[in-house]
C-alpha cells in the first residue's frame, strides 16, 4: 500500500503560481447572482437522454486530451486541474444536482472555459458515453465507501468498473484512485487485478498536488490515505483484444437500463 504521505514528500518542489491553499484566489471572474448562474448553466452537459459520446466531447468546443473526474463533488478538483492545465479538457462526473452547480459556478469563478460537468451514473456514464479509446485519465477520488456489508453492492470500484474504465481510456492513459478506506482500497486494488487491460504502477503524485474537498477535510484531521494508479496495458495485448473490447464497450452501453 502506497500512502500519499508518503508520495507526497518524494514530489519534486513546485512554485504555484496561484494559491491552492484558497481555491477562489485569485478570482478571474467576479460575476454573482443571476449572472453567475447563466454562465455557470453553460458548464453544464445536460442530463439529456439524447446525449450521446460525440456531443459531449464536442460540447467543449475543442479537441484536446481528456481527463475525468468520477464523482467530482463540489468541483474543487476539477477547477484547480482545469486551471493548472489549460491546454486539457476536464469533465466531471456528479449525481447530485446541487454539487453539478458548486462544480459549474466554480468553473465561472476560476475563469476556466476547459471544463464540463455532466449529471448522472458514473458506470453508466463510463459504459455508454466515453468514446472508447479517449480519455488520458480518470480519477476517483474518495469515492462513497459503503462500509456496511448489506451495502457493498453500492461500491463503485468493482471489476465491472475497471473493465470499463481501461476501454475508455486512451493509449498511455491511467486510471488514479485515492481514498480513505483500507479495506475498500484493498478490494479495489483486487479488482483492478482482475482486469487484463490494466496495469498497476508506482503512485506519482500530482506536481504541483492538488487536493479534493475530502481529501482536504482528511488531511486536516492526520487521517491515513491510500492511493494507486494502473495504466492501460501494453498495446500489444490491447491490439489484440481492441477490436472486441470496442464492441464490447459499446454493447455494455446498449445493454444498460434507461
Ligand atoms: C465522498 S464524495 C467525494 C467528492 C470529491 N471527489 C472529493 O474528494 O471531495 C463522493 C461523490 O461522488 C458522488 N457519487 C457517488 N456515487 C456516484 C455515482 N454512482 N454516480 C455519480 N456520482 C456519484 C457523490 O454524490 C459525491 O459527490
Given amino acids: 500500500m502506497v500512502s500519499v504521505e508518503e508520495a507526497h514528500a518524494s514530489s519534486p518542489q513546485f512554485e504555484p503560481h496561484f494559491n491552492f491553499s484558497n481555491p477562489f484566489f485569485p478570482f478571474r471572474s467576479c460575476v454573482g447572482g443571476e449572472e453567475l448562474e447563466r454562465q455557470a448553466a453553460q458548464f453544464v452537459v445536460a442530463p439529456d437522454a439524447?446525449?450521446?459520446?460525440?456531443?459531449?466531447i464536442e460540447s467543449f468546443g475543442r479537441a484536446a486530451p481528456l481527463?475525468?473526474?468520477l464523482g467530482c463533488g463540489d468541483g474543487r478538483f476539477l477547477s484547480q486541474?482545469?486551471?493548472?492545465y489549460p491546454d486539457k479538457n476536464f469533465l466531471g462526473v456528479e449525481r447530485q444536482t446541487e454539487r453539478v452547480r458548486k462544480t459549474a459556478r466554480k468553473a465561472v469563478l476560476f475563469g476556466c472555459q476547459n471544463v464540463r460537468v455532466v449529471q448522472t451514473e458514473i458506470l453508466s456514464f463510463?459504459?455508454?458515453?466515453?468514446p472508447y479509446g479517449s480519455v488520458l485519465r480518470i480519477h476517483v477520488l474518495f469515492p462513497d465507501p459503503w462500509p456496511k456489508r448489506r451495502h457493498s453492492k453500492k461500491r463503485l470500484l468493482c471489476p465491472a468498473f475497471f473493465e470499463a474504465a481501461a476501454a475508455a481510456l486512451a493509449p498511455g492513459g491511467?486510471?488514479?484512485?485515492?481514498t480513505d478506506c483500507a479495506r475498500y482500497f484493498q478490494e479495489a486494488v483486487c479488482a483492478a487485478g482482475q482486469c487484463v487491460l490494466l496495469e498497476q504502477v508506482e503512485w506519482v503524485e500530482l506536481n504541483p498536488p492538488i487536493h479534493t474537498t475530502f481529501e482536504t477535510r482528511f488531511l486536516s484531521e492526520g487521517l491515513p490515505l491510500f492511493a494507486a494508479r494502473w495504466k492501460r496495458a501494453d498495446e500489444r495485448i490491447f491490439k489484440r483484444n481492441g477490436a472486441d473490447l470496442a464492441e464490447n464497450h459499446l454493447n455494455m452501453g446498449r445493454k444498460l437500463p434507461e
Fill in 50 to 56: 439524447f446525449i450521446t459520446s460525440e456531443r459531449l
Fill in 67 to 69: 481527463e475525468i473526474d
Fill in 81 to 84: 486541474m482545469a486551471r493548472c
Fill in 126 to 130: 463510463i459504459r455508454s458515453l466515453l
Fill in 174 to 178: 491511467e486510471v488514479r484512485v485515492k
